[in-house]
């Protein structure tokens, strides 16, 4: 088709806190999170392509979720 069919389209992002970050025998939580989201010539991400988490408690797991828009010059697969 000469269209993507489903434009614009979602990616959600998750950022786990299961003691990645953490110390020995201690638990930290994560706040501010930032997430980029870097894209190929083409693709256009809604609102920036940065966005926030403002806390994930230690095992727990935090997301974010982006729009993101193809324009027409768009073909083909695209790496992201």
């Given at each position: 088709?000469?269209?993507?069919s ?36 083409g ?38």
């Amino acid at each position: 088709p000469s269209q993507f069919s489903q434009n614009p389209f979602n990616i959600r992002v998750y950022v786990d806190n299961n003691r990645g970050f953490a110390t020995i025998d201690r638990e930290i939580q994560l706040e501010d999170v930032r997430v980029t989201l870097s894209l190929p010539n083409g693709l256009t991400v809604q609102g920036g392509p940065t966005r926030v988490i403002p806390r994930i408690n230690p095992r727990a797991v935090g997301f974010v979720d982006f729009t993101v828009t193809a324009d027409d010059t768009v073909t083909g697969e695209l790496t992201y």
